[in-house]
């Protein structure tokens, strides 16, 4: 079975510029995650949702973020306007349905975003 | 609050030996699910092994086994036969059986001298 996909790999974008992060879960999972790793905060959990539909968006950092996840095999997560401090890893993870033996997270390869 | 933490953030270990990375972490909770995750210098986040709080017997995968201690809540990370490949940063990472965050130490970079 194909892993969670994240595209692109590597962004690099100017200050002010709009950044869209594209994730596609295991196929059959139903909870997808996206974090945020950075050497100063670690793993954060930006957002989360179920059955497409966000549950818990506590984490993200401010307006300029948003994700959707329009369908089940497909999820973005936006920051605009982006700017230097959201340079990061960011990582989509997904999970079966809770609830099922060992709904353990599984992640993706992740972004790295640099934002000058 | 639940915490994790990992307080070596470093460690060595010479090829084919063992080494045994630590993990605590505090809650009042007795159902609950631990992991350690593997990320190396490509950024994957691997998992390499979980243990459910209920089960007694200690998670084994491979080369890779847990000593588990839930009174200590104590969750440590043993590689045996140790090999290059097992060079990256280890996360040790807690969830609760009733909520799906988790909540993830500061990590452990390892490395693996030939």
């Known amino acids: 079975d194909a892993g969670v996909i994240q595209s692109p790999r590597h962004e690099v974008t100017e200050m002010g510029q709009e950044v869209t992060l594209r994730c596609k879960p295991i196929s059959g999972h139903n909870s997808l995650f996206w974090y945020r790793q950075t050497m100063m905060r670690g793993l954060e959990l930006l957002i989360y949702?179920?059955?497409?539909?966000?549950?818990?968006d506590s984490g993200m950092p401010e307006d300029r973020f948003s994700a959707k996840m329009p369908n089940a095999s497909f999820s973005t997560l936006k920051i605009q306007p982006s700017e230097p401090r959201d340079s990061a890893v960011y990582f989509c993870a997904s999970s079966r349905p809770r609830g099922a033996i060992k709904d353990t997270q599984y992640f993706g390869p992740g972004t790295r975003l640099t934002v000058l | 609050a639940q915490t994790v933490t990992q307080s070596q953030p470093e460690m060595s270990v010479q090829e084919a030996e063992t080494v045994t990375l630590s993990c605590t972490y505090d809650?009042?909770?007795?159902?609950?699910?631990l992991f350690w995750y593997k990320q190396p210098p490509s950024r994957q986040m691997i998992l390499v092994i979980r243990q459910e709080a209920y089960k007694q017997q200690n998670a084994t995968e491979n080369r890779f086994s847990v000593n588990f201690q839930k009174a200590a809540k104590s969750f440590s990370l043993k590689i045996s036969d140790s090999q290059l490949g097992d060079a990256a940063m280890y996360f040790c990472a807690y969830r609760s059986s009733g909520t799906y965050k988790y909540i993830f130490g500061t990590g452990t970079r390892l490395k693996v001298l030939a």
């Open positions: 809650t009042s909770e007795s159902d609950y699910y």
């Open positions: 949702f179920n059955n497409n539909v966000p549950i818990d």
